[in-house]
C-alpha cells in the first residue's frame, strides 16, 4: 500500500489522534478520584504540619485517609473571610482550599477585588492562615499558624512549584528554616511589613526570621507572600480578636460569636474604658 | 542473531551511551540530579517511555506515513509520557510533586526520538523494546552517578538519609552549595565523559 497518498496521511494521523485523545481521557477518568485525593490530603497536611499536629513526614506516613479523619478531628471550624473581616462563608468537612483556590485569591488581593481567604480553626485553639506569592521560578505558598492570640506564630510550613532544589527549595525542605517562625510575633502595627524575612540576619527582632543563604529571591517571594496576605487577613484577625485581646485579655471569659461573655462585668475593663474616654 | 540482540542491550549502557558518548538528554540531566531519589524516578520514567514508545513505534513502522512519521512519533511519546506522569500523580504523589515539570519535559529528551527514528523504525518490536529499555538504562546511570555526588557534596545525604556525620560540620565541614546548581553537574558530567573516553579510545578524536 502507498502510505505516502494524502488520503491516507489524513485519515491515519486522525485516526492515531483520535486513539490517543481517547486512552488519555480514559485514564484521566479512572485516576481522576485517586489524584483528588491525594491532593486533598497533601493540602490537609500542609496545614496540619503548619498548626504543629506533627511533621510532614509523618501524614504520609500514615496515609490519606488518616490525615484527612484527623483533620476531620480536630477542626473547629475553616471559616471563609473577606477583606472587610466578615465571614462569608465556610468550608464544610474536610474541604479545604487547594493550591488553585489560593492562586485565584491572590489575583483577588493583588486586583483589591471581592475574596474568601480560608481560615482554619482547630480545636486547640490553634488557628492557620494560608499564604501565596510568587517565587523565583513559580509560585510559592503555604501556611501560617497562629496561637490563641492571633499574634504569636505557632509554627509554618511551605511549599513551592520549583524553586531550585537545595536553595529555595530550602523552604519547603529545611526543618530549621521553618522552625524559626515558631514564638515569633506579628507586629500588626508595623504597616509596611508585619512580618519580616531578613537577609543578613534578624537578630532578636520579634517579628522577623533569617532569610535563606543563596535564595534571596525566593526569601523575598514568600516574605512579600507573607505581608500581602497578612494584610488581607488583618481585618479578619482584628474582628476575631477584638473581644478577647488587649488589656482585657486576663479577666475575658469566654468568646462566642465574636462577643466577650463577661467582658462587661470585669471591673478592671470598665474602668480602663471610663479613663479612656 | 543472539549476538547482535546482546549488542543491542549493552551497547547503549556503556560504548555507545546516550548521555556520555552521544551527549543526549543533557538537560534533564541537569535538572534532575540535585537528589537521588529524583534521578531514581526520572531514570525509572525515561526508561518505561523510551522503552513502550520504541515498542509502539516499531509495532506501527510499516503503516506510518513517512511525510508525517515525526509528528506521529511525537503524539506516541507524548502519549506515554502523559500516561507515566498521570500513573505517579495517583501513586507516587510526593515523588511527582518533586519532579514537577521535569517529567512532561521527557516528551523533549532527544534520547526517546533518537532511538525511535534511529532504531524502532526499521527494527522488530523485541529488539526495539530491548532498545529503548537499554537506552533508558543507560541514560539513568549516568544520571544516578551524578545525582550520588551532587547530593553527598551538596546536600551531604543519599536518598535523604544523612551520610556525613554531624561532628564533621562540627569540625568545620561544609556542604559544598556550588554541587547543587547546575554548572556543577556538567562538570561532573565532563569528568564522567572523560574517565570513559580515557577507557575507550577509539573514542578519541585524533
Given at each position: 500500500m502507498n502510505t505516502n497518498n494524502n488520503v491516507y496521511t489524513v485519515v491515519y494521523t486522525t485516526v492515531v489522534c483520535v486513539l490517543v485523545a481517547a486512552i488519555l481521557a480514559f485514564v484521566s477518568q479512572s485516576l481522576k478520584a485517586k489524584q483528588e485525593a491525594n491532593e486533598k490530603a497533601e493540602n490537609i497536611s500542609q496545614i496540619l504540619t503548619a498548626a504543629q499536629f506533627g511533621e510532614k513526614s509523618h501524614w504520609s506516613e500514615i496515609g490519606n485517609d488518616a490525615t484527612i479523619a484527623f483533620y476531620t478531628e480536630n477542626i473547629e471550624a475553616a471559616l471563609l473571610v473577606n477583606a472587610k473581616g466578615e465571614i462569608c462563608g465556610e468550608l464544610e468537612g474536610d474541604n479545604v482550599y487547594s493550591v488553585s483556590d489560593l492562586k485565584k485569591q491572590n489575583y483577588a488581593i493583588r486586583d483589591n477585588a471581592e475574596m474568601a481567604l480560608p481560615f482554619y480553626i482547630f480545636k486547640n485553639g490553634t488557628s492557620a492562615i494560608a499564604i501565596y506569592g510568587a517565587g523565583l521560578w513559580g509560585p510559592v505558598w503555604g501556611y501560617i499558624a497562629l496561637e490563641g492570640d492571633l499574634k504569636t506564630i505557632a509554627g509554618a510550613y511551605f511549599d513551592h512549584e520549583?524553586?531550585?532544589?537545595?536553595l529555595g527549595g530550602k523552604i519547603k525542605d529545611d526543618p530549621a528554616f521553618r522552625a524559626q517562625f515558631s514564638g515569633k510575633v506579628v507586629?500588626?502595627?508595623?504597616?509596611?511589613?508585619?512580618?519580616a524575612i531578613v537577609k543578613g540576619g534578624a537578630g532578636d527582632k520579634a517579628n522577623a526570621i533569617d532569610a535563606i543563604t543563596g535564595a534571596t529571591m525566593t526569601s523575598k517571594g514568600v516574605d512579600a507572600a507573607i505581608n500581602n496576605w497578612l494584610k488581607a487577613y488583618e481585618p479578619a484577625i482584628f474582628a476575631a480578636a477584638s473581644c478577647c485581646s488587649g488589656n482585657c485579655e486576663e479577666c475575658c471569659g469566654e468568646c462566642a460569636e465574636g462577643e466577650c461573655t463577661e467582658c462587661t462585668e470585669c471591673a478592671e475593663c470598665e474602668t480602663k474604658a471610663n479613663e479612656e474616654e | 542473531m543472539d549476538k547482535k540482540l546482546k549488542e543491542t542491550i549493552l551497547n547503549p549502557i556503556f560504548?555507545?551511551?546516550?548521555?556520555?558518548?552521544?551527549?543526549?538528554?543533557?538537560c534533564s540531566s541537569l535538572a534532575v540530579t540535585v537528589e537521588l531519589k529524583g534521578a531514581f524516578v526520572m531514570a525509572l520514567s525515561v526508561t518505561i517511555v523510551t522503552g513502550l514508545s520504541s515498542l509502539v513505534c516499531s509495532l506501527i513502522r510499516k503503516s506510518i506515513p513517512n511525510r508525517v512519521r515525526i509528528i506521529i512519533q511525537l503524539v506516541v511519546v507524548a502519549l506515554m509520557v502523559i500516561l507515566v506522569d498521570q500513573v505517579l500523580k495517583a501513586y507516587a504523589y510526593g515523588i511527582d510533586k518533586q519532579l514537577s515539570v521535569y517529567i512532561g519535559l521527557i516528551i523533549t529528551n532527544c534520547i526517546v526520538m533518537g532511538r525511535i527514528e534511529a532504531y524502532a523504525l526499521s527494527n522488530k518490536p523485541w529488539p526495539s523494546l530491548l532498545d529503548g529499555l537499554s537506552n533508558g538504562i543507560g541514560y539513568g546511570m549516568i544520571l544516578i552517578v551524578v545525582a550520588f555526588f551532587r547530593e553527598l557534596l551538596g546536600s551531604g545525604t543519599l536518598f535523604g538519609f544523612r551520610v556525613i556525620p554531624e561532628c564533621f560540620y562540627a569540625a568545620g565541614y561544609m556542604n559544598n552549595?556550588?554541587?547543587?546548581?547546575p554548572p556543577m553537574a556538567l562538570i561532573l558530567l565532563g569528568c564522567i565523559i572523560w574517565i570513559q573516553r580515557s577507557i575507550q579510545k577509539d573514542l578519541q578524536e585524533k
Amino acid at each position: 500500500m502507498n502510505t505516502n497518498n494524502n488520503v491516507y496521511t489524513v485519515v491515519y494521523t486522525t485516526v492515531v489522534c483520535v486513539l490517543v485523545a481517547a486512552i488519555l481521557a480514559f485514564v484521566s477518568q479512572s485516576l481522576k478520584a485517586k489524584q483528588e485525593a491525594n491532593e486533598k490530603a497533601e493540602n490537609i497536611s500542609q496545614i496540619l504540619t503548619a498548626a504543629q499536629f506533627g511533621e510532614k513526614s509523618h501524614w504520609s506516613e500514615i496515609g490519606n485517609d488518616a490525615t484527612i479523619a484527623f483533620y476531620t478531628e480536630n477542626i473547629e471550624a475553616a471559616l471563609l473571610v473577606n477583606a472587610k473581616g466578615e465571614i462569608c462563608g465556610e468550608l464544610e468537612g474536610d474541604n479545604v482550599y487547594s493550591v488553585s483556590d489560593l492562586k485565584k485569591q491572590n489575583y483577588a488581593i493583588r486586583d483589591n477585588a471581592e475574596m474568601a481567604l480560608p481560615f482554619y480553626i482547630f480545636k486547640n485553639g490553634t488557628s492557620a492562615i494560608a499564604i501565596y506569592g510568587a517565587g523565583l521560578w513559580g509560585p510559592v505558598w503555604g501556611y501560617i499558624a497562629l496561637e490563641g492570640d492571633l499574634k504569636t506564630i505557632a509554627g509554618a510550613y511551605f511549599d513551592h512549584e520549583s524553586e531550585t532544589p537545595g536553595l529555595g527549595g530550602k523552604i519547603k525542605d529545611d526543618p530549621a528554616f521553618r522552625a524559626q517562625f515558631s514564638g515569633k510575633v506579628v507586629d500588626y502595627a508595623d504597616e509596611a511589613a508585619p512580618f519580616a524575612i531578613v537577609k543578613g540576619g534578624a537578630g532578636d527582632k520579634a517579628n522577623a526570621i533569617d532569610a535563606i543563604t543563596g535564595a534571596t529571591m525566593t526569601s523575598k517571594g514568600v516574605d512579600a507572600a507573607i505581608n500581602n496576605w497578612l494584610k488581607a487577613y488583618e481585618p479578619a484577625i482584628f474582628a476575631a480578636a477584638s473581644c478577647c485581646s488587649g488589656n482585657c485579655e486576663e479577666c475575658c471569659g469566654e468568646c462566642a460569636e465574636g462577643e466577650c461573655t463577661e467582658c462587661t462585668e470585669c471591673a478592671e475593663c470598665e474602668t480602663k474604658a471610663n479613663e479612656e474616654e | 542473531m543472539d549476538k547482535k540482540l546482546k549488542e543491542t542491550i549493552l551497547n547503549p549502557i556503556f560504548k555507545g551511551n546516550p548521555i556520555s558518548v552521544l551527549v543526549l538528554g543533557i538537560c534533564s540531566s541537569l535538572a534532575v540530579t540535585v537528589e537521588l531519589k529524583g534521578a531514581f524516578v526520572m531514570a525509572l520514567s525515561v526508561t518505561i517511555v523510551t522503552g513502550l514508545s520504541s515498542l509502539v513505534c516499531s509495532l506501527i513502522r510499516k503503516s506510518i506515513p513517512n511525510r508525517v512519521r515525526i509528528i506521529i512519533q511525537l503524539v506516541v511519546v507524548a502519549l506515554m509520557v502523559i500516561l507515566v506522569d498521570q500513573v505517579l500523580k495517583a501513586y507516587a504523589y510526593g515523588i511527582d510533586k518533586q519532579l514537577s515539570v521535569y517529567i512532561g519535559l521527557i516528551i523533549t529528551n532527544c534520547i526517546v526520538m533518537g532511538r525511535i527514528e534511529a532504531y524502532a523504525l526499521s527494527n522488530k518490536p523485541w529488539p526495539s523494546l530491548l532498545d529503548g529499555l537499554s537506552n533508558g538504562i543507560g541514560y539513568g546511570m549516568i544520571l544516578i552517578v551524578v545525582a550520588f555526588f551532587r547530593e553527598l557534596l551538596g546536600s551531604g545525604t543519599l536518598f535523604g538519609f544523612r551520610v556525613i556525620p554531624e561532628c564533621f560540620y562540627a569540625a568545620g565541614y561544609m556542604n559544598n552549595g556550588l554541587v547543587i546548581l547546575p554548572p556543577m553537574a556538567l562538570i561532573l558530567l565532563g569528568c564522567i565523559i572523560w574517565i570513559q573516553r580515557s577507557i575507550q579510545k577509539d573514542l578519541q578524536e585524533k
